[in-house]
Structure formats: C-alpha cells, structure tokens
C-alpha cells in the first residue's frame, strides 16, 4: 500500500496512549501503517516571540515508523481557528447547539488562513502516490486548498462527529462553502448512517447533487464518495489492558472500597455535548425514585479539563459542581457520599480497572459522533460477570450498541428507570447482552476501520 499521511489538529506521540477518541484512533492507525502525521504542535506562540498570523514554523521527529511534522500557531490564529470558528461554531453546531454557536468573520477568516498555510506546509512534504487522510472539523477546506495548489493524490475526509441535518446547517453562515469543501476529497467518511443521511440530504436540496448511486455523489464538477465507517477501538489491546498492574490495583482499590455497594461510572472530556448535568440529575431522581440506592450506589464521574478557554465549558464545569453539590448535600451521609466527582484525566493504564469495577457505566451524551468509553467499558468487563452500559440513543454508538440500554438523557426520570434497570439486571442478561456487544465491537474495531477507510480512498477514483 502507498504512504499513509494522516492530518489532523491535535496529534499524539503514537507511541504513547492519549486522552481523546480521535489521538487515540490515530495513534493505533500510524502504529499499524508508518507514514506522516501532521498537525498542530499544540504550541501556542505570542506575537512577542515572534509569532505571525498564517505563519508557523514546521518541526519534524521521527516517532517509530511514523514522522511527526508539526506547525506551532500564533496566538491569534490560535484564539480565531481552534478556539474561534473550530469549537465555538462548528463544534456546538455540529452538535444540535445553535444557541452555544458565536459566528463572527474574523474567526471565519483565521479559520481558512490556518487550512491554507497547512496547505502550504504539508505540500513539499509529498510524494505522488501518498494517500492523504485528512480528520475532523478543524480540517474541512483543507483538500481545496490543497487541490488549488495542484495537489492530485487521492484525499479522504472522516468527520469524528456528527453531520446535522440540514436545516441546522443551513444556519451556518456559509454552509454551502464549507459542503463545497467536502467535494474536494474522494471519500468522505461519517460516523453514522444518520450523519450520511443529513449529508444526503443536504447535497439534495441545497446543492443539487446528483445520486449515482452507491454512496457517490456529484456536486461541483466533482464524484465525491461519502459513507459511514463507525469507528472502534482496539478491543483486545483493551482488554489486555486490564490485566496490567495499574488496571488491577485500580479494580481492587475499587472493590474493596465498594463491596457492598453498587459502583456506576462515568468517563468524559467535560464537555456540554456529554449531557453531565442531565445524568447527575438522572442519578439524583434514581435516589428519589428508588430509595434502596441511597447509602448503596455511587457515581463516579471523572471529567476531563478540556478547552477552558472558551466560556461554555467554563459554564458547563460551574453547573456540574453545583449540581455534584447539591446531590451530596441532600442525600450524603457520613459515611456514604452519592457522587464522587474527579475533574482530572485518569492515566490511560488505570482507566481499564476502573471500567471493570464499574457495576454500570453511564454513557449519556446529548449528541456524540460516536463515543469510545462505550465501547472500552464493553471491552473491560469480565465476560464472566459484566456490568451494564446506559446508553444515549443520540451516541453514534447507539446505531451499533443494539444491546445496551438505550436513553432519552434529556428525560430524567426514563434514564432513572434505566439505570435501575441495569442495577437489578440477572447475571444472565448482563452476560447475554455484553456478549452480543463484544461481538458487535470485535466485528467492527479500529482496525477494520482503519483498512476499510484505507481500502476504499486507494481503490477511489483519482
Ligand atoms: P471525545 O472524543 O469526544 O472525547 P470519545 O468517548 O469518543 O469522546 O473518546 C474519548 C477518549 O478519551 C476515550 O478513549 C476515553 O477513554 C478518553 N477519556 C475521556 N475522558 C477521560 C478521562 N477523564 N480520563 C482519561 N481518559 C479519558
Ligand atoms: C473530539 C474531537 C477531536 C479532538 C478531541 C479532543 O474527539 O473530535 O478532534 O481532538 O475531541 O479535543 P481537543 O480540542 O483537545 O483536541
């Protein structure tokens, strides 16, 4: 196969584990193929160290088989294209969160100036026969702009999140550019059948696409290829995980601080789309509804600091700690505290034990692309005695996790009903039901993404 170049903001050492579904998929995708990663350096620098909008200077390592190539951005470029248009307007928008997006030109503006000098950076860097594999939403005009530097090699895209459908992104400011963008590349991957339908959609009536059938599409004087490819995790790297000491120590800690007492789990980047006020006050109308949980479950919520710069994750951190308060408040005794909130990143070796010991992990975001603590609980339990995953119906996952306990998040008292549910569940039904959900897991890993992704962009038409 030819060299795989993947592209992405935010990039990981593929050597060592990272926090974040997409580094995580990455990394396992470089490890297996060699080749380039380019991206972001994660380094912000100041205009008085010399940093310039549209400028960056390029650094290049040698990690394994992979070259790291990475770009440093000015503080400015920074501020309008990561914290500006990627995640204060697509992210929220992506995610049904019209009413979070702030849309201003500047941000628009920094957002094509930093896609254009990758453009710039990434070019001399390749070979003719290079397949490029473009990630995420920070990245979409970033094939144009190669293209319109003469690139030819074959491009694919994969959006880590949701697609809206399209009345939503018809409220995007220059949502016809941004779609227009995605006929550059040759593929285009989504997370879920739903998102392919909103693209399908969208291409139909806004930009008169003609269906040839099989998943092309043309639009623009171009055939574009857009199919779902969920992604997965390495299911049994996972699962061997939790046979490591770190894994262990944190599986026994945990048994032992919780043998008589029922243990639910909760593992995010504390983020709006993750619906944690919603399932605080899911668990709290469990205690209210159920009282023989109370001095008898706890929930540990580990949320992860994430783009704290941007105000409304600022405001979801002060709600969830007042709501985390409350509950204590109300229900805590001296010897029992309902919710055990953790705002910190959990080693990735100890996250496997933790995922064991959890009796019920509850995933329950108000919209995901996909969301890989799903499928990492799954992989972690003990076949022998597995715990239940509460799932939200608006997770990717949930197209494949037929098993799991779908929820509504935004009704409360369906997902205590839920969650009661998986709490009384007969061992087997749980072990019935997580057997089907490895199966559906193993069947459809991140290595399978990764080679059918692959396979398709190299069997595409340049
Ligand atoms: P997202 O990509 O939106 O963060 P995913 O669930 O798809 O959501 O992927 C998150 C990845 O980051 C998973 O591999 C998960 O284990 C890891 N992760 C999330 N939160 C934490 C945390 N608090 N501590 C450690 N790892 C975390
Ligand atoms: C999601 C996005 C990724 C992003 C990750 C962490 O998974 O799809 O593109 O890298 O969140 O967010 P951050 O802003 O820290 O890169």
Not at 86 to 92: D, F
Not at 239 to 245: D, F, M, R
Not at 375 to 382: L, N, P, S
Not at 395 to 408: D, H, I, S, T
Request: hydrophobic share 40%; charged share 25%.
């Amino acid at each position: 196969m030819a060299r795989v170049v993947v592209v992405s903001n935010r990039l990981a050492d593929p050597r060592k584990a990272a926090a974040g579904g997409l580094a995580v998929a990455l990394g396992d995708t470089l490890n297996a193929t060699g080749g380039l990663w380019f991206g972001w350096s994660g380094k912000v620098v100041d205009e008085s160290e010399g940093g310039t909008p549209g400028e960056g200077e390029l650094h290049t390592h040698q990690a394994g088989n992979v070259t790291l190539a990475t770009v440093d951005l000015c503080k400015e470029d920074h501020d309008s294209y990561y914290l500006g248009y990627a995640n204060r307007v697509l992210w929220p928008m992506f995610h049904y969160r019209l009413d979070l997006a702030d849309f201003n030109k500047q941000s628009l503006a920094g957002y094509r100036r930093v896609n254009q000098m990758f453009a710039r950076k990434l070019m001399p860097l390749l070979k003719p026969d290079d397949l490029i594999w473009i990630h995420d939403y920070h990245l979409i005009p970033l094939a144009a702009e190669l293209r319109s530097m003469g690139c030819g090699n074959r491009i694919g895209f994969f959006l880590h999140i949701p697609l809206p459908p399209p009345l939503m992104l018809a409220a995007l400011p220059g949502h016809e550019w941004l779609i227009r963008a995605l006929f550059a590349y040759d593929v285009v991957g989504f997370q879920a059948q739903a998102d392919v339908n909103h693209f399908e959609r969208y291409v139909h009536s806004e930009a008169d696409a003609e269906m040839l059938g099989d998943g092309h599409y043309r639009a623009f004087n171009r055939t574009v290829l857009a199919r779902a490819f969920p992604i997965g995790i390495d299911v049994d790297e996972f699962a061997q995980l939790t046979h490591g000491k770190e894994a262990r120590e944190t599986y026994e800690t945990m048994r032992e601080q919780y043998s008589r007492r029922r243990l639910l789990i909760g593992i995010d980047r504390l983020d709006y789309s993750k619906g944690l006020p919603q399932r605080i006050k899911a668990f709290q109308e469990l205690l209210a509804s159920y009282p023989e949980n109370r001095k008898s479950a706890t929930l540990i919520q580990i949320a992860s600091p994430t783009r704290e710069s941007v105000d409304a994750y600022a405001d979801i951190r002060h709600e969830l700690e007042h709501l985390c308060g409350q509950i204590n408040g109300d229900y805590g005794e001296l010897d029992w505290m309902p919710v055990r909130y953790i705002h910190r990143t959990v080693a990735r070796k100890r996250l496997p034990g933790l995922c064991r010991a959890g009796r019920v992990a509850l995933v329950t975001p108000l919209r995901d692309g996909m969301n890989l603590v799903a499928k990492e609980y799954i992989a972690a339990q003990d076949p022998a005695d597995p715990g239940v995953l509460v799932l939200s119906r608006f997770a990717g996952a949930a197209e494949q996790l037929r098993e799991a306990l779908l929820v509504n998040p935004y009704d409360t008292e369906g997902s205590a009903q839920a969650i009661q549910r998986a709490l009384q569940m007969p061992l087997e039904e749980r072990q019935a039901r997580h057997q089907k959900l490895l199966e559906r897991i193993r069947a459809q890993d991140v290595h399978w993404w990764r080679k059918t992704f692959l396979q398709t962009l190299e069997n595409a038409q340049p």
